[in-house]
T-cell receptor
Framework: GAGVSQSPRYKVTKRGQDVALRCDPI?????LYWYRQALGQGPEFLTY????????KSGLPNDRFSAERPEGSISTLTIQRTEQRDSAMYRC????????????FGQGTRLTVV | AQRVTQPEKLLSVFKGAPVELKCNYS??????LFWYVQYSRQRLQLLLR??SRESIKGFTADLNKGETSFHLKKPFAQEEDSAMYYC?????????FGTGTSLTVIP
């Protein structure tokens, strides 16, 4: 596609429910990143993929958070048993992973846990 | 460890005045630094990167390794520059972002 696409744009869920956030990166981009951004803060790293391999998941806050990218393209970030503190903007970005290349961001998914 | 610091959360300047958004970083290797901007209701997008030594929309940023800084500057601010600005450091395949500076240009 022309840019990084994330869905849904907005998600409201009840506490305790599971949610799945989807990211469709730019075609051909090797690297894919997930970030979480709380109000008034900068994007906070969650996890990173190189092709289908999850290279770094050190930013995932706890074991309720997981991510996958099974075919090296679309990625899903799953949050199980959501809590109110999970409410945030979840941003996905992709890059060519070649030289000094930039990260291109999607519009983000605004998650609200009520 | 805090790798990118943007000390100002809010910055207001008058139209036509110079503007400088501060960014300091901590990294022992050779840094790759970027400025990202987010206009109202738009996605986060790259403004400029230090390696390119470019001027985008009148903005420039010089990497100062001695001061570990990458401040963003523009000599004459415009109303359309009002946005959220994030400084980012790339190390390997990770990007680390500062907390952002909200710039308001007063007409």
């Amino acid at each position: 596609g022309a840019g990084v696409s994330q869905s849904p744009r907005y998600k409201v869920t009840k506490r305790g429910q599971d949610v799945a956030l989807r990211c469709d990166p730019i075609s051909g981009h090797v690297s894919l990143y997930w970030y979480r951004q709380a109000l008034g803060q900068g994007p906070e790293f969650l996890t990173y993929f190189n092709y289908e391999a999850q290279q770094d998941k050190s930013g995932l806050p706890n074991d309720r958070f997981s991510a996958e990218r099974p075919e090296g393209s679309i990625s899903t970030l799953t949050i199980q048993r959501t809590e109110q503190r999970d409410s945030a903007m979840y941003r996905c970005a992709s890059s060519l992973n070649r030289g000094n290349t930039e990260a291109f961001f999607g519009q983000g998914t605004r998650l609200t846990v009520v | 460890a805090q790798r990118v610091t943007q000390p100002e959360k809010l910055l207001s300047v008058f139209k036509g005045a110079p503007v400088e958004l501060k960014c300091n970083y901590s990294y022992s290797g050779s840094p790759e630094l970027f400025w990202y901007v987010q206009y109202s209701r738009q996605r986060l997008q790259l403004l400029l990167r230090h390696i390119s030594r470019e001027s985008i929309k009148g903005f420039t940023a010089d990497l100062n390794k001695g001061e570990t800084s990458f401040h963003l500057k523009k000599p004459f601010a415009q109303e359309e520059d009002s946005a959220m600005y994030y400084c980012a450091l790339r190390t390997g395949n990770q990007f680390y972002f500062g907390t952002g500076t909200s710039l308001t240009v007063i007409p």
